[in-house]
């Protein structure tokens, strides 16, 4: 028996709108009851664009029905994380600062898509400026795991995966600076990317760390995270740091297996760092990997055991210049006072959650005369002793595997009051941006201890999405949980 | 270069220990004529309808990125090469961060560490020689907007509101910072209008101080002779104009050496050069420890310059400003003064380069013509030379005429009037206005014979060998023919007459 529409993959979808067996408008109708079944449980959303996304499905349905479907996708909707520039429609980046802001052009990300035909559904909330790993430090209220209610989806995208965990869109765009989209992914028990820095375009994307910012697709399957990741890569002019190939073909050998590959099994990640249910899922899935015919090792990469606190600067660092502008000046509501200097700091001061201003202060320290060296500079050395780690494991293996979150979802307001526990939800996904190189969180099930998602990690070498997209397709497939009912919170 | 700049020190620095002696830097700021702004597609211009040359870019709306302008870099390369700075093979944008309503990030990509140009050099003349003025570095920035005060004193402190227009926000804007080398307010003035020289002969700049695209601040202290350690340094803003530069620095110089002399203390400070009163006034006392927090800009990869590149730029550069006058001073034999004065811009260096090539004879004439003549009919109308209606062949076409005895030197001035005003050619207004010299010598040897028939007295004085009397027949055959008359066959026919 097939699942329910709204339950389906992007890419069983695209099969059922070719067929003629369904129209675009049929499906968004689909998702938007669902969505309006879910969201009291999850608020996913900061903003619904039904009436868009309606009109932007019927003009895809008339498309298909001339015999000229942009794509195969054409007409299928996703959700943004409302990170993303969207022209006409509201941005808020999830703070107060930016409320009322209407950009008058669209991301990237976001032009691709649409240009594939994809219906934009709407804006999903996020931890402020995509400060967090809960979505609980929203500017407007925190999001909810579709598995439990009562726990955080991860974040910060977590609207993105809440949503799609929960059947609300098979798809849907996140941005990872520290772990944003592979946590959550982990959390809700979806499948989330986090390309090589520059694959995916930065042009539209409101900035928090720019050296580490990279947006990635969210989804319920590997292959339609192939999809959606394809879509929107691929060197962009107006981002200078954006890779000079095209988009990779990802779905081209997707299912030719692991067989014979070499897989890292980080020596630092293994043990205590974890909850014990997650550890159990992890080895399984190694298992598993070995079972498909890899070959398994361990790889050493010290310098990881420094990547929170050399990220802890960084990115503040970056994040104190890039949020520089939110000044009541241009955007946003701006409070009243005697002269500029008190407008700019009282309008900052009351607009900005406390995680942004801890991490602007945190940045200004680190980037002040006199401490540059010691903290920006540091931390800079201890990114290049990451990659030169990383290099070197890869000259043994093609792939290092571990877990995504040392955690399964915790309980909303577990860890808000002490910044640092929330900090160590991201030990294992931080590195990786430092790096630069790709990563992916794939689902291995339930934790045996409170039966919450947990999400295996794939990192891959620079430029490496395909024999990663490879991997993470054998193993969703040969796991079989992925579709199955156990892999769909009972929402 | 430390030699130079010893044998160029005033003497009054090494005579007594009570002497003073003043040290200048200057930071110059160059707008780059490229056709778009440095990160973004905007067109760059001067003035217009507020924010309609802007895009989510330079405007920093959230999301946006910038790309740097290659053209921009090639600019600013090029000013290196031409102050003789090493080229850096690696270069690195930075952001320097403060808080300013008229910067759209709040921040400003600039260079930091590895800017484009650095340990540059140029040597100056002046009257009392040259001087070697080391350049520190020369790097690439992205321009401010503008702010408008509105209210009070239409400065910021006392207004009610400010608007903003982001028109100039992101234009290329080139730093060019300089040794404290300078020791004179007229050293630091014609460093500015030989950096002007320079960058317009580039041709990357328009340079044009009343408009922005070039800004001058001035860092001067004044130390008693031998100290080690420079004095407070004080820092003047708004000179705009070359003029300026100089009066602001003597005004600022005198002020510092009579506080001293009095024994009072100098404080580090900024101050403002008021253009009508010709004096500067405290801008800020309390000096406010700026920390710019600058780092790497994240958004921008480090521009690598290939030596190939570099070196095809180098072939490439135009004829600077102090090459011309080497050459002028050797090809044309051209007084150090005309030198100067013709080389000082580039339309009048391209104009006189243009009439010497038409002319035949000596170019020091032509000079002469451009300076005492030309200039001070444009002067009268108020015009520069891109308005001038003769055109540089032209004026070398009148001196022609003088040279050939078509016409007098004073009858040639008047011709240069009516060219100015029609742009006609020298020979059609000698013909139109009937001013042709009579050169005929049959005509002129029967106004002789009349002459000498009227005057036989001194016409005797010139037969007895008092030839200096032969000026009065002269005068007295120019005036039977209303000045027609080539005044050089009428010598040589009284002379012929006369001699017997």
Redesign the interface.
């Known amino acids: 028996m097939k699942p329910e529409l709204h339950w389906r993959p992007a890419t069983e979808l695209a099969t059922g709108l070719d067929a003629g067996d369904l129209t675009s408008v049929e499906l968004t109708e689909a998702l938007i009851r669902r969505c309006d079944d879910v969201e009291p449980r999850i608020a996913a959303f900061l903003q619904r664009t039904d009436e868009l996304s309606l009109e932007s499905a019927a003009a895809a349905d008339g498309r298909r029905a001339r015999g000229e479907a942009l794509t195969p996708w054409d007409g299928i909707p996703v959700a943004y994380k409302d990170i ?2 969207t022209r006409d429609v509201a ?1 808020t ?1 999830g703070s107060r600062i ?1 409320e009322g ?1 209407v ?3 669209d ?1 990237t990300v976001v032009e691709r898509c649409s240009a594939a035909g994809l219906p934009m559904f709407g804006k999903t909330n996020l931890d402020q400026f995509a400060m967090g790993s809960s979505t609980e430090h929203s500017g407007f209220h925190p999001s909810r795991n579709p598995w439990d209610p009562a726990r955080v989806p991860g974040g910060s995208s977590g609207g993105s995966a809440a949503v799609v965990a929960a059947g609300g869109v098979p798809w849907a765009w996140g941005t990872d600076t520290g772990g944003s989209v592979r946590q959550p992914a982990a959390l809700c028990g979806i499948v989330g990317v986090k390309p090589t820095y520059g694959v995916v375009s ?6 928090f ?3 580490l910012d990279q947006a990635g697709p969210l989804t319920r399957t590997v292959e339609d995270a192939a999809v959606l990741l394809s879509t929107a890569a691929g060197h962009d ?5 954006s890779v000079p190939d095209g988009p990779p073909n990802l779905l081209e050998g997707l299912g030719e297996g692991i067989a014979g590959k070499r897989i890292g099994v980080v020596k630092e990640f293994g043990g205590e760092g974890s909850q014990p249910g997650v550890r159990a899922r992890i080895d399984a899935a190694y298992g598993r990997l070995e079972r498909l015919g890899a070959a398994l090792e361990e790889v050493s990469l010290p310098s990881f055991k420094h990547a929170i606190p050399a990220y802890y600067l960084i990115a503040p ?2 994040a ?2 890039n949020l ?2 939110y ?1 009541g ?3 946003g509501p701006r409070h009243a006072a005697p002269d ?2 008190a407008m ?1 700091s009282k309008t900052r001061a009351d607009l900005f959650g406390a995680e942004v201003k801890r991490r602007i202060m945190i940045g ?1 320290y680190a ?3 006199g401490y ?1 060296d010691a903290y ?1 500079g540091k931390a800079q050395r201890v990114r290049t002793l990451i990659v030169e780690d990383l290099k070197r494991a890869y000259e043994r293996v093609d792939l290092i595997v571990c877990p995504t979150s040392p955690t399964t979802a915790f309980k909303l307001g577990e860890r808000t009051e002490d910044p640092l526990s929330m900090y160590l939800s991201d030990i294992y996904t931080v590195p990786v941006n430092l790096a630069g190189v790709p990563a992916m969180s794939v689902p291995c099930g339930t934790s045996p201890d409170d039966g919450l998602p947990v999400g295996l990690q794939i990192i891959a070498p620079v430029l490496g999405e395909r024999s990663m997209f490879r991997a993470a397709y054998a193993f969703e497939q040969d796991l079989g949980w992925t579709g199955s009912d156990e892999g769909r919170p009972s929402l | 270069m430390d030699g130079l700049r010893r044998g160029a020190a005033q003497p009054m620095s090494v005579a007594h220990p009570h002497t003073l002696e003043t040290t200048i830097g200057l930071e110059i700021h160059v707008e780059l004529a490229t056709a778009s702004k440095m990160f973004c597609g905007c067109k760059v211009a001067f003035g217009g309808e507020p924010n309609t040359r802007t895009c989510p870019v330079c405007l920093g709306l959230p999301g946006s990125l910038p790309v740097v302008n290659e053209r921009a870099i090639e600019f600013t390369t090029r000013i290196g090469l031409a102050f003789n700075c090493s080229i850096a093979s690696r270069s690195l944008f930075a952001r320097k961060n403060y808080f300013y309503p008229d910067m759209p990030k709040n921040y400003q990509i600039s260079q930091y560490e590895l800017p484009l140009a650095t340990q540059g050099h140029l040597d100056l003349d002046t009257e009392s020689g040259p001087v070697g003025v080391g350049i520190t570095r020369v790097h690439l920035e992205e321009d401010t907007g503008g702010s408008l005060h509105i209210g009070g004193s239409g400065r910021i402190a006392d207004s009610e509101y400010s608007l903003e227009d982001y028109n100039r926000a992101g234009t290329a804007l080139v730093e060019i910072v300089t040794e404290p080398d300078l020791q004179t307010a007229e050293q630091a003035r014609l460093f500015v209008a030989e950096l002007r020289a320079i960058v317009e002969a580039l041709g990357v700049s328009d340079v044009r101080m009343e408009e922005g695209s070039l800004r001058v601040d001035a860092n001067i202290s004044v130390r008693r002779a031998g100290e080690v350690e420079h004095g407070a340094k004080v820092e003047v803003k708004n000179m705009n104009s070359i003029r300026s530069v100089g009066r602001a620095l003597e005004y600022e110089e005198e002020r510092q050496r009579k506080a001293l002399e009095a024994g009072e203390m100098l404080v580090q400070e900024t101050r403002h050069f008021d253009e009508k009163t010709g004096t500067t006034s405290s801008l800020r006392t309390k000096e406010y420890a700026f920390d710019y927090r600058y780092f790497p800009e994240p958004d921008l990869v480090p521009f690598e310059a290939a030596d190939e590149w570099i070196d095809s730029l180098r072939a490439n550069q135009p004829e600077l400003p102090a090459e011309r006058r080497l050459r002028w001073k050797q090809t044309y034999g051209l007084p150090p003064g005309d030198v100067v004065v013709l080389a000082a811009s580039k339309a009048t260096a391209v104009w006189f380069e243009a009439a010497a090539s038409a002319y035949e004879g000596d170019a020091k004439k032509v000079a002469n013509w451009i300076i005492a003549d030309l200039f001070g009919r444009l002067n009268e109308a108020g015009i520069g030379l891109a308005e001038c209606r003769i055109a540089p062949a032209q004026l070398a076409g009148l001196v022609g005429l003088v040279d050939d005895g078509a016409i007098s030197g004073k009858q040639a001035k008047e011709v240069l009037g009516h060219m100015f005003v029609t742009g006609d050619d020298a020979a059609q207004v000698v013909r139109e206005k009937g001013l042709e010299q009579e050169s005929d010598t049959a005509v002129l040897a029967a106004v002789v014979e009349e002459v000498i028939a009227e005057n036989s007295e001194a016409a005797d004085k010139v037969r007895a060998g008092q030839l200096n009397t032969i000026g009065f027949l002269v005068g007295r055959v120019m005036r039977k023919t209303k000045g027609s008359a080539n005044p050089k066959l009428v010598t040589e026919l009284l002379r012929a007459k006369l001699s017997g």
Not at chain 1, 202 to 207: I, K, T
Not at chain 1, 237 to 241: E, F, K, Q, V
């Open positions: 993303f520039v941005t980046a930016l802001w950009p008058p052009y991301a930065r042009y539209g994307m409101v900035a760390a720019s050296s002019p107006r981002d200078s740091t660092a970056e104190s210049s520089a502008r000044d000046v241009r955007y500029i200097v700019n200004t980037l002040s005369a540059y920006y």
